[in-house]
């Protein structure tokens, strides 16, 4: 049975870099396939995908936000970790980690990890 | 990036009776390797989203059978036949052809 699990900060200073880590189990990053992606939602607000780390370590990133992120894995510890970089207010929200099991097939999501970002 | 428009934004809806969600795509959501990849997800109070959907019209393991997805190319339509109690909540349809994958901007489903 896959699950994911998200952790990290729940609360960061303006400037500061945010460091989140999904933990995952169910899989391995090393089978042909895979994949784990990121997904933020602010408060009350629609959903928007961040990061996605494929199992032969091809990254993709969100343009607008490409500059500031970093998604890298340990196989040997099934986590995956996303630094976003300059945090600012309007990155609060609830953070998701989501599994990739194929083209296109995106299934499982992680409980997800409240972050605000406030001095 | 590809823009996914859903309407209505909010639905209230009488216990047992149909539901309607539109999905729209700025451009084709078919792969190159034929597939379509236009999911639905739902999102109840406080909780992750669930996968309902996959590949415009395949249910997932567990969801009831009043859930299905129907549609083409940039055109798509997630119906409930009878709303119940439980699928309050918000419906996202999501796009997983082109990168950046997109999300609509979800629709609320309440009761009446």
């Known amino acids: 049975q896959i699950s994911l699990k998200e952790s990290g900060p729940t609360l960061v200073k303006p400037t500061q870099t945010l460091t989140l880590t999904c933990t995952f189990s169910?899989?391995?990053?090393?089978?042909?396939?895979?994949?784990v992606g990121w997904i933020r939602q602010p408060p009350g607000k629609a959903l928007e995908w961040l990061a996605l780390?494929?199992?032969?370590?091809?990254?993709r990133y969100s343009p607008s936000l490409e500059s500031r992120l970093t998604i890298t894995k340990d196989t040997s510890k099934n986590q995956v970790v996303l630094t976003m970089t300059n945090m600012d207010p309007v990155d609060t929200a609830t953070y998701y980690c989501?599994?990739?099991?194929?083209?296109?097939?995106?299934?499982?999501w992680g409980q997800g990890t409240l972050v605000t970002v406030s001095s | 990036d590809v823009v996914m428009t859903q309407s209505p934004l909010s639905l209230p809806v009488t216990l047992g009776q149909p539901a309607s969600i539109s999905c729209r795509s700025s451009?084709?959501?078919?792969?190159?390797?034929?597939?379509?990849?236009l999911n639905w997800f739902q999102q109840r109070p406080g909780q992750s989203p669930r996968r309902l959907i996959y590949?415009?019209?395949n249910r997932d393991s567990g969801v009831p059978d009043r859930f299905s997805g129907s549609g083409s190319g940039t055109d798509f339509t997630l119906k409930i036949s009878r709303v119940e109690a439980e699928d309050v909540g918000v419906y996202y349809c999501?796009?997983?052809?082109?990168?950046?994958?997109?999300f609509g901007g979800g629709t609320k489903v309440e009761i009446k």
């Open positions: 989501i599994h990739r099991q194929g083209d296109g097939d995106y299934g499982l």
């Open positions: 169910g899989f391995s990053l090393g089978t042909n396939e895979m994949g």
């Open positions: 780390l494929y199992w032969n370590d091809v990254k």
């Open positions: 451009q084709t959501l078919v792969h190159s390797d034929g597939n379509t990849f």
């Open positions: 590949k415009v019209s």
């Open positions: 999501m796009q997983s052809t082109h990168w950046p994958l997109t």
